[in-house]
């Protein structure tokens, strides 16, 4: 336990961090309701509303598409200012310099995301909710990293005494995070193409592992959509974007299974991932070869295991056998951090 963490903890600041992602994830419910009933441009103008103030704007002419557009606009603005408010409580009394500068961050995202809605409707691009849509999760997911990092639970337990990940586990969630934000930006291209129904069934395409795109049989497809009078005509092109992110999504699915699975072999499972205070101890005293379970010496202190003296699979090839291996040195050895003097 990081008993002098506990000392800068802030109930009122995480508490506060916590509001500022809920309100975050119901705007991010909001909008899509936008999109989905193609609300977009149901206020022509902004920042103004059909010329009133944004605030002002009377409630008995909040109807139809206009509801959804209004409110999401209001409640964009109600995020904006808990953001704000976050990042200047976040300035003043938190004293990590990283998170300050997360708080800044924060900040500079929402602005953003208002000026790329506002731009959608003044220069009515369509193509600028792909990147509003894509903007909304990262900036959901660093207000929940601040509603995270501000928690009891964070102060306790972060700092020197955490197992560090082995650099190909580093790797491999790195290159995991990377194509979900990749496969975010194809889900809000269908979504603002109008394409997530360019397949009509599931897991097969049109009956086929890969569908047909030729023009005849997308003009076949055309012919037999129900919504045809009232949606534009899919193209091939949406419908290899949509199997694209299908095949995204199976790569997505093996990629955090390894990651999950090799997590749990390198990191000492549930003892290495979780646990205030006792979690990175346990797996500290578990590579060292000690009972996590009291003072008594495991096998590394014993002085025969069946007539010859055990091995640490540390010691086994050295540092660089120890890093082949994934077993993280520096938390099996003794307090004179001595590598030849645990394995002699």
Not at 116 to 139: C, K, P
Not at 244 to 250: E, F, K, M, N, T
Not at 301 to 322: E, F, I, M, S, T
Request: some cysteine; charged content about 15%; aromatic content about 10%.
């Amino acid at each position: 336990m990081n008993k002098k963490g506990l000392t800068n903890y802030n109930p009122g600041m995480h508490y506060f961090a916590i509001l500022t992602a809920i309100m975050t994830f119901l705007l991010l419910g909001l909008g899509g309701l936008v999109t989905s009933h193609e609300a977009g441009m149901s206020v022509p103008d902004w920042p103004n509303t059909y010329g009133y103030n944004m605030f002002l704007f009377p409630i008995g002419k909040w109807v139809g598409g206009v509801f959804y557009e209004h409110t999401h606009r209001l409640l964009a603005s109600a995020v904006g200012l808990l953001t704000v408010g976050l990042a200047v409580w976040l300035g003043r009394r938190d004293p990590r310099r990283w998170m300050r500068w997360l708080g800044v961050a924060a900040v500079a995202l929402v602005v953003a995301q208002g000026v790329l809605g506002g731009l959608r409707v003044r220069w009515h691009m369509d193509n600028l909710g792909i990147f509003h849509g894509t903007t909304a999760q990262l900036f959901f997911i660093l207000v929940c990293a601040l509603a995270l990092c501000t928690s009891r639970w964070w102060w306790q337990t972060a700092g020197p005494q955490w197992p560090q990940a082995p650099a190909g586990l580093r790797r491999l969630v790195l290159a995991t995070t990377v194509l979900i934000f990749g496969q975010l930006i194809l889900g809000a291209t269908m979504r603002h193409q109008h394409a997530g129904l360019a397949i009509r069934d599931f897991p097969l395409a049109y009956g086929q592992l890969w569908p047909d795109t030729s023009a005849t049989a997308v003009a076949r497809y055309n012919a037999d959509r129900i919504e045809v009078v009232t949606a534009n005509p899919i193209t091939a092109g949406q419908i290899i974007l949509q199997m694209i992110h299908r095949l995204g999504a199976l790569a997505i699915l093996l990629l955090v299974a390894a990651c999950a699975g090799r997590a749990w072999r390198q990191l000492g499972g549930r003892a290495g991932l979780v646990g205030g205070g006792g979690g990175a101890d346990e797996t500290r005293r578990r590579l060292a070869g000690v009972d996590p379970g009291s003072n008594r010496p495991g096998h590394r202190d014993r002085p025969h295991q069946q007539g010859r003296r055990y091995r640490h699979p540390a010691c086994v090839g050295g540092r660089a056998g120890a890093r082949h291996r994934g077993v993280v040195v520096r938390d099996c050895l003794p307090a004179s951090g001595n590598f030849d003097e645990f394995c002699a």
